[in-house]
């Protein structure tokens, strides 16, 4: 009977996954994981225009008269529609 136990024992424990084993794996994850994430930070830490590119005269007057700017939803004045429908249709 003693050796039955044993064979199950020894088999339920090949079966199982070694505690050390997953540590391992999940800490080597978590590694990768954390290399990414700071390669990520440092490549959105570059700038991708100069300082003051978006200030610069030339791309504010550019927004005011490219209407396909200028008219974009979020971009587009909410005044001019209540203004254009005040003179559009006069009582």
Same mark, same amino acid.
């Given at each position: 009977?003693? *050796?039955i136990m044993e *064979?199950? !024992?020894n088999l339920i424990l090949k079966?199982? !996954?070694d505690p050390k084993k997953r540590d391992q794996k999940a800490r080597e994850r978590l590694y990768a994981v954390k290399d990414r994430c700071e390669r990520s930070k440092e490549m =959105? %830490?570059?700038?991708l225009r100069p300082y003051g *590119? =978006?200030? *610069?005269e030339r791309?504010? %007057?550019?927004l005011a008269?490219?209407?396909q700017i200028s008219q974009a939803p979020g971009r587009r004045d909410p005044y001019d529609d209540l203004l254009q429908q005040t003179f559009n249709n006069p009582k």
């Open positions: 009977m003693g *050796f *064979f199950a !024992e079966l199982m !996954e =959105w %830490s570059y700038p *590119f =978006w200030t *610069f791309h504010n %007057s550019q008269w490219d209407p």
